[in-house]
């Protein structure tokens, strides 16, 4: 019997699909490519099921004689390594962004002898709009508190934006751009103690009450689906720091966030005259553990943040600090600076990537924003965080629109800047 390769994500199984595995099976042994979570994950959205998950769905539909990774996007790895007699694919590829890949496709088939089947799209079948109705469903706690370490495994690094809002929130969830390598959007949402208080006119202090800071995280649950990673502050004392991770994990949040300083809440990003006061290492150590027993889920993940570089100590301070938060349970470690060249990042990453290859690292390029995501991954970052740029992109442009009403007591020159009502109807669910 001849082998037919069919390159499937296998998420959502369709009519569709269906009839592309029984059209394959009448040319021969039907060879399943079941992309890879990362495989996936570089071009789309994470699948709402594991690789695991999905291989058992696909490997019991009947027709299927066997099924195998497909580590990359690309079929070409696969079709060198199997050498199938025959490609099987959808006749959607001949435009779109497939359509380089299927002229690569027939050039290394027609190298091999093999042979390139293209049979009609299904009609009436859009996979896209599929997945867009799953999303539109939501999720759930569990499902989303387990996203974010899904994505450690398979991503690096994982992007996420700060959201202080249900409509911001809402941009995080919903923006792609289409470049060359795929669809880029953002894998995840930063719910900031800073943002937070600051979109309610307040000052940044650290919240002795978590429910007001839940209730408006609601806002944000309700309308997206995408992990949450929570800015903890201190943490508080231990035993507000267990009820915390309790009340965090129970929401389906990813991950909280806390700092191993004392005293005044001040930000650490405000000035080279603010003075940090760091908390002794055991004391923070015993917060960390004391949060480590209190979760239910082995998934929920608490990160130690690193306000060594703040505070003007040494690199090598910072590094003790890690070692002993990673040792006292720590599931990452987040290191802030104020530096703008990067350098003081760069030279902890190197040494923390020596010692520890496998424990999620945080960056938050505020200040050294001029190193892309690609250059902080080779830094050996985990997580990126861009912490604050939703909140500081909104006030201007909402000065400049309530400025302009009242220079010209009208809003007419004001419209350029504004969204039309259309479209915010539009842009909620159930709006229209």
């Keep these: 019997m001849k082998t037919i390769y069919l390159g499937l994500r296998g998420d959502i199984i369709h009519p569709g699909i269906i009839n592309i595995i029984k059209e394959a099976a009448k040319h021969g042994d039907v060879l399943i490519g079941l992309l890879t979570d990362s495989a996936i994950a570089s071009h789309k959205r994470l699948p709402y099921l594991t690789w695991g998950q999905r291989l058992e769905v696909v490997e019991n539909i009947k027709g299927v004689s066997r099924v195998v990774p497909q580590e990359e996007w690309s079929y070409i790895p696969n079709l060198k390594k199997y050498r199938p007699d025959a490609i099987i694919h959808g006749d959607d590829w001949n435009t779109g962004p497939l359509s380089k890949e299927r002229e690569d496709v027939i050039a290394l088939m027609h190298e091999m002898g093999g042979e390139v089947i293209e049979v009609p799209y299904t009609k009436g079948i859009n996979s896209s709009a599929l997945h867009e109705a799953m999303r539109s469903l939501g999720t759930t706690p569990d ?15 994982v992007r996420i934006m700060e ?55 609601t806002n944000i649950l309700e309308c997206t689906t995408k992990p949450i990673i929570f800015d903890g502050d201190t943490g508080g004392k231990p035993e507000h720091f267990v009820f915390t991770v309790r009340t965090l994990e129970r929401n389906g949040i990813s991950a909280v966030i806390i700092e191993d300083k004392v005293g005044l809440k001040k930000n650490s990003l405000f000035g080279s005259e603010v003075t940090q006061e760091l908390a002794p290492i055991p004391d923070f150590c015993e917060k960390l553990s004391a949060g480590k027993r209190a979760q239910v889920t082995r ?23 890690a070692r002993a938060y990673v040792a006292a349970g720590a599931d990452g470690i987040m290191i802030h600076s104020k530096e703008k060249s990067g350098s003081d990042i760069q030279d902890f990453c190197a040494k923390f990537r020596a010692e520890y290859r496998g424990v999620p690292l945080v960056l938050v390029p505020t200040t050294y924003n001029h190193f892309t995501e690609k250059e902080l991954a080779g830094w050996g970052a985990t997580i990126v965080i861009y912490a604050n740029h939703m909140l500081r992109a909104s006030y201007p442009a909402m000065l400049n629109a309530a400025k302009i009403i009242l220079e010209r007591e009208r809003s007419l020159e004001a419209d350029n800047l504004c969204m039309p009502i259309k479209e915010i109807l539009e842009l909620i669910p159930g709006g229209k």
């Design 143 to 157: 499902i989303r508190l387990k996203s974010l370490r899904r994505l450690i495994e398979i991503k690096k690094p």
């Design 163 to 217: 959201a202080h809002s249900g409509l911001s929130g809402l941009i995080i969830e919903n923006l792609e751009v289409e470049k060359k390598d795929g669809l880029h959007g953002f894998d995840g949402i930063w719910s900031s103690s800073l943002t937070d208080s600051t979109s309610k006119g307040k000052p940044d202090i650290e919240a002795v009450d978590l429910t007001t800071r839940l209730q408006d995280l």
């Design 299 to 321: 998934e929920f993940m608490i990160i130690a943040r690193l306000e060594s570089l703040i505070a003007d100590m040494p690199v090598s301070d910072a590094l003790e600090r």
